[in-house]
Every structure is written in structure tokens, then in C-alpha cells.
């Protein structure tokens, strides 16, 4: 619980799955249509106010350079199976909360839980609707690894313990060359790297927010 207080990230777990995007300290500004007067820097990302990150996350494209993924023509179908959660609660801390003493605490900005392949609940805050874009932060690590064993069953990658340079050969010749797919699955290349999100002199906070910059 709180690694989700500070990012947006997916909690995964047996035949349950939880997203949840979250936005950090006292929710303001949350309306759509002000999204463009709260917008921060993007070199700044990391140090957004909580109405900079709501406006800014749902909007990434009028901030940064994106590129579209266009869906398949025969998505997965995720039927729906609703529940009423309003009488669920969970203890933390020693205090009991419900799913809405969760999300006015921790703003919380969509919730959707899948159980069995079903979804059985849905919920947007802060603004948000089902058709609202998020940026999604460490969840693209699970979407990443998912497509990376979907490679390796249809045959395109041999296994996870090939070197990462044979399939990324701009990465040859640096500290990441001799590291297998496994070891940054696992985030555990042990290449030095400070991600100290407090730290503006961190890797993480002064690194430039485009791809060859991180390559660099």
C-alpha cells in the first residue's frame, strides 16, 4: 500500500488484478476543461503539483512527444460481472476504510478490479471517465514483460536468458551488453542508477525525457 501512495502502478495478484492511477497530496483543479492552465513543465515531471500531475498525466500528448498504438481488430474481451463493493472495508495502518475513504485518501483517480477474467468493479475520480488517458508509469514494466513471454511462445525472442544486445544492438558495447532479458525483467541489471525521487541530482531527475537521451 504505500508504493501506491507515490506512483501509478498495477497490483497484481492470483486471478485478482487491481489498477489504480494515482495522484499524490490534496486533489484541486480536477476539472478537464482547466487542464491547460495546470500544466507543468515536463522536464519538471517528477516534482509536478498534485493539479499539475492530474492535468498532466491524462494529458502527455500536448506535453512530450508520443506515438500512437493503434489497437488490434480482435481485442480481448473483458465481460463485465459488477459487484457492490460498498460494504467492503480493509484495515491499514490500525484504521479501517472503505473503497471511499481509500480513494478521497490517496486520490485516486480510476480503480478497476478483475477477478476470474472478469471485470467486477470500475471507477474514475478526479475528473476522469472511462475514455480518459492516463500516463501510465511502471505499469508498461508488466505490459512489457507480458509481451515479452508472448514473444518468446510465438518464437521471436529464443528465451530470457539471451543477452539483451541481440535484440537491442544499440545497447552493445555499453554497461548493459553481457545483461540477459531476465536481469532487466527483474530490474536487477545492477548497472548503477540513482532513483531518488527526492534528489533533483538524481539519474532519474536529470535524465531528458526522450528515448535516445535515456540510451545515453
Given at each position: 500500500m504505500?508504493?501506491?501512495?507515490?506512483?501509478?502502478n498495477a497490483l497484481l495478484l492470483p486471478a485478482l488484478s487491481l489498477l489504480l492511477a494515482v495522484a499524490c497530496g490534496d486533489a484541486a483543479g480536477t476539472d478537464p476543461d482547466d487542464d491547460a492552465a495546470n500544466f507543468g513543465t515536463i522536464d519538471n515531471i517528477l516534482f509536478w503539483s498534485v493539479p499539475e500531475k492530474v492535468a498532466g498525466f491524462r494529458n502527455m500528448p500536448s506535453l512530450t512527444p508520443t506515438r500512437s498504438?493503434?489497437?488490434?481488430?480482435?481485442?480481448?474481451?473483458?465481460?463485465?460481472?459488477?459487484?457492490?463493493?460498498?460494504?467492503f472495508t480493509f484495515v491499514f495502518d490500525d484504521t479501517e476504510l472503505s473503497i471511499d475513504d481509500y480513494?478521497?485518501?490517496?486520490?485516486?483517480?480510476?480503480?478497476l478490479v478483475?477477478?476470474?477474467?472478469?471485470?467486477?468493479?470500475?471507477?474514475?475520480?478526479?475528473?476522469?471517465?472511462?475514455?480518459?488517458?492516463?500516463?501510465?508509469?511502471?505499469?508498461?514494466?508488466?505490459?512489457?514483460?507480458?509481451?515479452v513471454g508472448a514473444a518468446i511462445q510465438d518464437g521471436y525472442i529464443k528465451s530470457v536468458d539471451e543477452k539483451v544486445s541481440d535484440y537491442l544492438p544499440r545497447l552493445k558495447d555499453s554497461s548493459y551488453d553481457d545483461l540477459s532479458i531476465r536481469a532487466l525483467l527483474q530490474m536487477a541489471s545492477g548497472v548503477a542508477w540513482n532513483e531518488d525521487y527526492a534528489d533533483p541530482q538524481s539519474d532519474i531527475n536529470t535524465i531528458k525525457w526522450d528515448t535516445l537521451s535515456v540510451y545515453e
Open positions: 504505500p508504493h501506491l501512495r507515490t506512483t501509478c498504438i493503434a489497437a488490434g481488430a480482435n481485442p480481448y474481451p473483458l465481460p463485465r460481472k459488477e459487484s457492490d463493493l460498498s460494504g480513494i478521497r485518501r490517496y486520490n485516486v483517480a480510476g480503480l478483475i477477478k476470474d477474467g472478469f471485470v467486477v468493479y470500475e471507477r474514475y475520480e478526479l475528473g476522469n471517465t472511462a475514455d480518459s488517458r492516463w500516463m501510465s508509469w511502471s505499469i508498461a514494466k508488466s505490459v512489457t514483460s507480458l509481451l
